[in-house]
C-alpha cells in the first residue's frame, strides 16, 4: 500500500476525511514556499500537493495564477520542483505534484518519475492528461510506483467516470463543479452527487477539490468526501502576506481551521 | 487519406489535452459535427450562406505585374480576401455558429489576436442571435482598437485579457476558462485548426471551401493542377484550408509559410515548425515555441494573426511526414512582398497573406518559368494600414497617435460631414 492511501485508509478509520492542500513551488521562493508546506502539515494537513508552475495553466484562477506568474519569473525549474518535493516529503506526509502536461513531457515522462520517486514523491495529479492520452505515463507510474490521479468532473459519463477511475491509483480527484480554482462562496450540491456517482464504480477514496476556502466548507465537504482538497485560499493568504514568515504563519493558521474542519465533518 | 483517425490524431500529433470536464462538450461537438456533414439541410443552409452572405465562391485572380518578380512564374490568387468580413475565417465560422444552434448552445465565446476572428464571430453571432464574449489580449486590443470596435458595434462583450502575456495565447486560456465554466450553454468558437479533437478536423473541413473552389478554377484557367500552393501559417486555418484539396496530389508542392519576425536564429519569432519543437500547447499535442523546461515562449511577428507560439497539429503531421515544406519569412521579406503586391496589383494585402506572398516569389524563381503557384490570399489589409503607414513612413507616428485620438475623442456629431 503506498503512502498516500495509508494515509487515505488511516482518515477514513479515524472517520474523518484528509485535508489535502496545495501550493505552487517557488512562490514567493523554492525555499520559502518549501517551509511554507511544512508548516502546514505540521498545523493539520495531511497531504501536500505542490503545484509545478506552468506559463498556460488553463485550469486555474486569477490567485494561483498571480503566484505562478511570480514564479515563473524567478525561473522555478523541474529540478526546484523536485527539491521542493524531496523537503516536503521529509515531514512524512505524502507529498504529490500537479503538473499540466507539456512540462513533464518535455522533462521527460520516465526521467520525471524516476526523479520524483527518487525524492520520496507519492504521486502526480494531471490536470489536463486524461487516461485517454496517458499510455507512456501509465508506463513510467506503474515502473516507479507513484500513484497517478485523474480528475473526473460533473459533466462526466457514467463510463468516463468508470475509465478514468480503473486508471488512477491513490485516489480519484472530484472537481466539484464546472469550472477552475479558486475560492467560491459554495461548493453545492454537484460535489456531492458527483462523489456518490463515483463511489458507485470503484472502491479508491474520492477527494473533492474546487472552491473550498474555509473551515465550514470543509466541514461540508468532509461530510461526503474522502479528502477535502484546498489550493487557492492557502496561495491567497501566502499572496497577502507581507513577508515570508508571516505567509507561513498564515498558511498554518488556514490549515488549522481546515484541520478542525474536516474533524467536524465527519460522516454521520 | 483517412486523417485524422477517430480520436483525432494526426500521427504523433493531435488528440485532446484537456480537463476531463471539457471531455463531454468535445464528445458532444464530435456528434453534432458528423452528424451536420451527413446532413444535407445543413450543408445546404452553409452553401446558402457561404454564396448570399460571404460572397462565394470568391475568385482567383491572375498576378501578371506581380509574377514579373517571380521568376516568371505565373502567380494565381485565391481571394479570400473578397469574403465579407475581409478573410477566409467567416467560412468556419459560420459553419460553426450554425453547429451552436444546432446543438441548442445561445452562446458563443471566441478568442482573436489581430481581431480578425473575433469579427468574423460577432458577424455571424449576430446573424444567428447568439451572445457573443471575445477574450482577447490587453495588449491586442490597445493594437487594435478599431477591431475592438466593430466587435463592440456587431454587439459582441470584448474582454481585455490581462494574465499571462496578455497576447493572443492567453487569450485562448482564458476562453478555455470560460468554457470550463459555462460550457451547458456556450461553444467555444475556436478560430484555426489547432486545440483538441475536434476542432482541428472541424475548422479544416469548414475551410476545405478554399481548396475545393480553387483547385477547379486553376483547372478551368490552366487546364492543368498548379506546381505549387503556398499558403502563410500561424494556426495554420487558411493553409490547410487551400491544402486539404492537393493533399492527394502528390504533384503538387506545398509551402506553408511561418512569421519569421526578426529573423529564427534571433529569437524574435513565431515560427513554429522551423524553429519549434514537439510538445502540448491548448489542448493537443504539436510543435510550440518552448524553452528547456516547457514553458510557452512569446512568439515575436510584425503580423498580429501569425503572432502564435503554436500550429495545428496537421501541419506538424505534414511536416514530419514531409508532405508539406515550412519555411520562415522575416517582417521585411512580408512587408517588401506586401509593397510589391499594392504596387503592382493594387491589391492591399493582410500582413499575414503578404507573407506568403514573399514565400511565392522565392518558389516561383525556383520552380521557373511559366510554373503555376497558387498563392492563397487569405485577407485584405485594411486592418493593417496603420501597422504598413508606420513600415514605410507613409505617416508618421505621431499623426496616427493624433488622428486615432482625434476619432475616438470626438463626438460623431462635432465631426465634418465629409466621407462616406
Redesign the interface.
Known amino acids: 500500500m503506498s503512502t498516500l492511501s495509508e494515509v487515505l485508509a488511516a482518515a477514513r478509520a479515524e472517520g474523518r476525511a484528509a485535508l489535502i492542500g496545495y501550493l505552487p513551488a517557488g512562490y514567493p521562493t523554492v525555499e520559502d514556499g518549501a517551509a511554507a508546506m511544512t508548516a502546514m502539515v505540521e498545523a493539520g494537513v495531511d497531504i501536500i500537493e505542490v503545484g509545478l508552475p506552468y506559463s498556460d495553466p488553463l485550469m486555474d484562477g486569477p490567485t494561483i495564477q498571480a503566484a505562478v506568474e511570480v514564479a515563473l519569473q524567478r525561473r522555478t525549474s523541474t529540478e526546484d520542483v523536485v527539491s521542493t518535493v524531496r523537503e516536503v516529503a521529509k515531514t512524512g506526509a505524502p507529498t504529490l505534484v500537479m503538473s499540466y502536461w507539456n512540462p513533464v513531457q518535455r522533462y521527460g515522462v520516465r526521467r520525471f518519475a524516476d526523479e520524483l520517486a527518487g525524492a520520496g514523491g507519492a504521486g502526480v495529479i494531471t490536470p489536463d492528461l486524461t487516461p485517454d492520452e496517458a499510455g507512456e505515463w501509465l508506463g513510467a507510474t506503474d515502473a516507479t510506483g507513484l500513484d497517478r490521479i485523474f480528475l473526473v468532473a460533473p459533466s462526466s459519463t457514467e463510463a468516463r467516470l468508470r475509465y478514468t477511475a480503473d486508471h488512477c491509483r491513490g485516489f480519484v480527484y472530484a472537481a466539484s463543479t464546472m469550472g477552475v480554482t479558486g475560492a467560491r462562496a459554495s461548493v453545492g450540491d454537484a460535489a456531492d452527487r458527483l462523489v456518490a456517482r463515483t463511489r458507485a464504480v470503484t472502491d479508491l477514496p474520492v477527494c473533492v477539490g474546487l472552491g473550498v476556502s474555509d473551515g465550514a466548507q470543509a466541514a461540508e465537504v468532509a461530510s461526503f468526501a474522502d479528502g477535502v482538497i484546498v489550493g487557492s485560499a492557502f496561495v491567497r493568504r501566502l499572496l497577502d502576506a507581507p513577508s515570508a514568515a508571516a505567509g507561513r504563519d498564515a498558511v498554518a493558521q488556514l490549515a488549522g481551521e481546515l484541520a478542525e474542519g474536516v474533524r467536524r465533518g465527519r460522516r454521520a | 487519406m483517412s486523417t485524422p483517425d477517430s480520436?483525432g490524431h494526426f500521427g504523433a500529433f493531435g488528440?485532446?489535452?484537456?480537463?476531463?470536464?471539457?471531455?463531454?462538450?468535445l464528445d458532444e461537438l464530435t456528434v453534432a459535427f458528423e452528424k451536420a456533414q451527413a446532413d444535407k439541410a445543413f450543408q445546404a443552409e452553409l452553401a446558402g450562406l457561404l454564396s448570399s452572405y460571404t460572397g462565394r465562391p470568391t475568385p482567383i485572380t491572375e498576378a501578371k505585374r506581380f509574377s514579373r518578380h517571380a521568376g516568371g512564374a505565373r502567380v494565381l490568387l485565391k481571394r479570400e480576401d473578397l469574403n465579407h468580413t475581409g478573410s477566409h475565417k467567416i467560412n468556419n465560422v459560420l459553419g460553426q455558429a450554425l453547429l451552436t444552434r444546432e446543438m441548442g448552445k445561445t452562446r458563443v465565446i471566441a478568442e482573436t489576436g489581430a481581431g480578425q476572428h473575433g469579427v468574423a464571430t460577432a458577424t455571424a453571432a449576430a446573424l444567428l442571435d447568439l451572445d457573443c464574449v471575445v477574450y482577447m489580449g490587453e495588449e491586442d486590443t490597445q493594437r487594435q482598437a478599431l477591431n475592438v470596435a466593430r466587435m463592440r458595434l456587431l454587439g459582441a462583450e470584448v474582454i481585455p485579457v490581462t494574465?499571462?502575456s496578455r497576447t493572443l495565447?492567453?487569450a485562448i486560456?482564458e476562453a478555455?476558462?470560460d468554457w470550463?465554466?459555462?460550457?451547458?450553454t456556450t461553444h467555444y468558437l475556436l478560430g484555426t485548426v489547432a486545440g483538441p479533437h475536434p476542432f482541428p478536423l472541424m475548422v479544416r473541413e469548414f475551410h476545405r471551401v478554399i481548396g475545393d473552389e480553387a483547385r477547379q478554377q486553376v483547372l478551368d484557367l490552366t487546364g492543368a493542377l498548379p506546381a505549387a500552393v503556398a499558403a502563410c501559417v500561424g494556426g495554420g486555418s487558411n493553409a490547410i484550408g487551400i491544402f486539404a484539396a492537393f493533399i492527394d496530389d502528390a504533384d503538387v508542392q506545398l509551402f506553408g509559410f511561418e512569421a519569421g519576425g526578426d529573423g529564427v536564429d534571433t529569437g524574435r519569432h513565431a515560427a513554429t515548425l522551423t524553429g519549434g519543437s514537439p510538445?502540448?500547447?491548448?489542448?493537443a499535442?504539436s510543435y510550440?515555441l518552448?524553452d528547456?523546461?516547457?514553458?510557452?515562449i512569446a512568439s515575436h511577428s510584425i503580423s498580429a494573426g501569425l503572432d502564435y507560439p503554436g500550429v495545428g497539429p496537421e501541419h506538424a503531421y505534414l511536416h514530419e511526414t514531409g508532405r508539406a515544406t515550412y519555411r520562415p519569412i522575416t517582417d521585411t521579406q512580408a512587408m517588401d512582398a506586401f509593397a510589391l503586391l499594392c504596387r503592382t496589383e493594387g491589391i492591399i494585402p493582410a500582413i499575414e497573406s503578404a507573407h506568403a506572398l514573399a514565400g511565392a516569389l522565392d518558389v516561383g524563381k525556383e520552380l521557373g518559368p511559366d510554373a503555376v503557384v497558387l498563392v492563397n490570399l487569405s485577407g485584405r489589409g485594411d486592418k493593417d494600414v496603420d501597422t504598413a503607414a508606420k513600415w514605410f513612413n507613409v505617416v508618421s507616428d505621431d499623426e496616427i497617435v493624433a488622428s486615432a485620438r482625434a476619432t475616438v475623442e470626438e463626438p460623431p456629431q462635432d465631426s465634418s460631414g465629409e466621407g462616406w
Open positions: 480520436t488528440g485532446r489535452f484537456v480537463p476531463e470536464a471539457l471531455v463531454a462538450a494574465q499571462g495565447k492567453d486560456n478555455m476558462r470550463v465554466t459555462n460550457v451547458d510538445g502540448v500547447l491548448h489542448g499535442r510550440l518552448q528547456e523546461m516547457g514553458q510557452t
